[in-house]
């Protein structure tokens, strides 16, 4: 992948590589779930742009 799509895929990226960091030092089952759930809306996002 080259160029405007490139760019783009790592607009999304950066931003999902720290829920995931957020979600694996997740104290509790709570605050875990709000990351899991941010993942989704985040995939939910990546799904519009990209197939």
Excluded: C, R
Excluded at 5 to 14: S, T, V
Excluded at 22 to 45: C, G, R
């Amino acid at each position: 992948m080259k160029g405007k799509a490139h760019d783009e895929l790592h607009k999304w990226l950066l931003p999902y590589i720290d829920l995931v960091k957020e979600l694996s030092e997740a104290k509790d089952e709570t605050e875990a779930e709000k990351q899991f759930q941010n993942i989704q809306t985040s995939f939910t996002t990546f799904n519009k742009y990209f197939q």
